[in-house]
């Protein structure tokens, strides 16, 4: 079962607007991950946010965590047609070092 | 920043045949993962290895062995390939800081 996930397949917008992606997971947590994959690359980090934050910024991109309901989200402002990617959260499990990743949520920015 | 290479880039099979993908890092990570990704699927964690001589099992590790030869190597080896591993494959590097460096993917077809 996925122990992470995001909640909407596929988002598109246009450039200049703003745009939230959602994950729930399943598990307890010491820290939760974002990840964005361009076509053809790997995916890379963007931000960690952990457990005992509630919010975290990394220029325009800015995540939340609320361990209570065991949810978390990405929003990016003002948007750029470099942002189209699929974007993942992730977590890791310290006790065997797993990283689960969520299905993924594919965002496009139209020009 | 990480270094994360894999081998071939692109890999073209029969049912039946011997495949063995080869993914090396840079940086002297402890840690290093080898992923299936499939759309709908996200990331799938096939096997792990802390470290030379070590393998952890993943979550989809049927019909796929692994082998951490050193601190820089890691192999997946698809001994029987089956048109079901037809996937995009990734590798990924880790340390301590939570974060997962990974190659720029290798994309199996087995026919």
């Known amino acids: 079962s996925q122990l992470a996930e995001e909640n909407s397949w596929a988002l598109s917008v246009h450039e200049g607007e703003s745009v939230t992606v959602n994950c729930s997971y399943k598990?307890?947590?010491?820290?939760l991950q974002w990840y964005r994959q361009k076509s053809g690359k790997g995916p890379a980090q963007l931000i960690l946010i952990r457990s005992n934050e509630r919010e975290k910024r990394n220029g325009r991109l800015r995540a939340t965590l609320d361990t209570s309901s065991q949810s978390s989200s990405l929003s990016i402002t003002a948007t750029r047609c470099e942002d189209t990617a699929v974007y993942f959260c992730a977590t890791l499990n310290t006790g065997n070092y797993k990283y689960v990743f969520g299905a993924g949520t594919r965002l496009k920015v139209i020009a | 920043e990480a270094a994360v290479t894999q081998s071939p880039r692109n890999k073209v099979t029969v049912t039946g045949g011997n495949v063995t993908l080869s993914c090396r890092q840079t940086n002297s990570h402890n840690y290093m993962y080898w992923y299936r990704q499939d759309t709908g699927h996200g990331l799938r964690l096939i096997h792990y290895s802390y470290g030379a001589g070590n393998l952890q099992i993943g979550d989809v590790p049927d019909g796929y062995k692994a082998t951490r030869t050193t601190q820089e190597d890691f192999f997946l080896l698809l001994e029987l390939a089956s048109p079901s591993q037809t996937s995009l494959y990734f590798c990924a590097s880790s340390d301590y800081n939570e974060r997962l460096f990974f190659g720029h993917g290798t994309k199996l077809s087995v026919l």
């Open positions: 598990t307890s947590i010491t820290a």
